[in-house]
């Protein structure tokens, strides 16, 4: 329950501002895009973790905030501390998993971690790719693309690995 509560809270406080910046839509772009990772994530890398909740959606929110300082630094006001804040959640939250995880011996099966950071991968790169860039160079519309042909990479390859492994 503490796992699911951090989700909730996570969500509403690091969602609702990039909402407010960048619209409902490509926002929900990003969060769909972190459960997507997390699940297929965990089904390539974590096998036995069950998976309940947001946990993908969640990382992808605050890796949404690192790909929102990269393309608009010059836009913001302490970005640094901001960018400070989701590495000390995100360090947290991903710690207190695995410790959990590895130190708990449990009849119950454990919780997937994995999707954690597949959701923040998933967050970054798509994030990368659909926030607003307020001040757009061109070096930045390569990386728009670069981050979008990793993210489609890393989910056919765990779209191909759950056909053809299982």
Known sequence: YVHLLFNITVQVVVGTPLEM????F???????AGIL??????????????LVGSSGGVYALLAAHLAN????YSHMELGILKLAAVFI??????GFAIWNRYTHKETTP????????TGALAGLTVGLAVLKNF???????????????VYLGCVGFAVFWNVFYY
């Open 21 to 24: 910046v960048h619209g409902p």
């Open 69 to 72: 300082v990269l393309l608009n």
């Open 135 to 149: 001040q757009q160079k061109l070096h930045q519309q390569y990386m728009c693309w670069v981050a979008m042909a």
């Open 89 to 94: 959640i995100a360090s947290a939250d991903v």
């Open 26 to 32: 490509r926002i929900a772009l990003v969060y769909m």
């Open 110 to 117: 454990p919780i997937g971690y994995t999707a954690h950071l």
């Open 37 to 50: 990772a997390g699940s297929l994530g965990t089904s390539v890398f974590d096998m036995d973790a069950f």
